[in-house]
């Protein structure tokens, strides 16, 4: 059984920068898919940004350019570096894990975060 926490959540202007983290209990080996999801209020959970093991990345179309997901292995954590935030980026953000990245990334998630919520006001 996987563990993740998120951290580095808050409150924060349009225009400004948050960086997410997840500490991963297991280290990063073997396959692997690491992914961020995130939920607005009274919307459905979708898919931000995933990573796998061959250090592939995918982002959602809303995300790209401003968003990157990265990874330490060292630290067993996981990233979510988001820049030019906007109102639209205001939900609560969680941090998902798998063997394998799948299409839609939710159906390879076997591990997720408790959530932690990002708020930009305008």
């Known amino acids: 059984q996987v563990s993740l926490v998120e951290s580095g959540g808050g409150s924060v202007q349009a225009g400004g920068s948050l960086r997410l983290s997840c500490v991963s209990s297991?280290?990063?080996?073997?396959?692997?898919?690491m992914a961020w999801f995130r939920q607005a209020p009274g919307m459905e959970r979708e898919a931000v940004a995933a990573?796998?093991?061959?250090?592939?990345?995918t982002y959602t179309d809303s995300v790209k350019g401003r968003f990157t997901i990265s990874q330490d292995k060292a630290k067993n954590t996981l990233y979510l570096q988001m820049n030019t935030l906007t109102p639209e980026d205001t939900a609560m953000y969680y941090c998902?894990?798998?063997?394998?990245?799948?299409?839609?990334?939710?159906?390879?998630?076997?591990?997720w975060g408790k959530g932690i919520l990002v708020t930009v006001s305008a």
């Open positions: 990573l796998d093991s061959k250090q592939r990345t």
């Open positions: 297991g280290t990063f080996s073997g396959k692997y898919c």
């Open positions: 998902a894990a798998g063997t394998y990245c799948s299409a839609p990334l939710e159906y390879g998630m076997e591990f």
